[in-house]
Nanobody
Framework: QVQLVESGGGLVQAGGSLRLSCTASGTFFGIRLMAWYRQAPEKQRTLVASITDWGRSTYVGAVEGRFTISRDDAKNAVYLQMNNLKPEDTAVYYC??????????????WGQGTQVTVSS
């Protein structure tokens, strides 16, 4: 079974930066899609950014140009660099990965979430 450990959340002033990290541990063949979601209080969880195993990244419009997703396959890690943070970015951020246990067996896993709070 895969475990995901997230870190890097915290409290920051508007205009500041944070870098989230998520590392997968366990026994598996590889990782395909990696992504970050966020959930603000009383709102649905929504996609922020994703990156494929060949490096193609996509972003939701609200963060494009401010956030950068990246991955390090040697460390089974995905990162989210968040710059020019705004109060509306305040949410719990979750990483999610699609893990290959075999060439045909793909399972989705979620991290425990890390709180990001942006003060105005």
């Amino acid at each position: 079974q895969v475990q995901l450990v997230e870190s890097g959340g915290g409290l920051v002033q508007a205009g500041g930066s944070l870098r989230l990290s998520c590392t997968a541990s366990g026994t598996f063949f590889g990782i395909r899609l990696m992504a970050w979601y966020r959930q603000a209080p009383e709102k649905q969880r929504t996609l922020v950014a994703s990156i494929t195993d060949w490096g193609r990244s996509t972003y939701v419009g609200a963060v494009e140009g401010r956030f950068t997703i990246s991955r390090d396959d040697a460390k089974n890690a995905v990162y989210l660099q968040m710059n020019n943070l705004k109060p509306e970015d305040t949410a719990v951020y979750y990483c999610t990965v699609d893990v290959m246990y075999t060439a045909k067996d793909l399972v989705n896993h979620w991290g425990q979430g890390t709180q990001v709070t942006v003060s105005s």
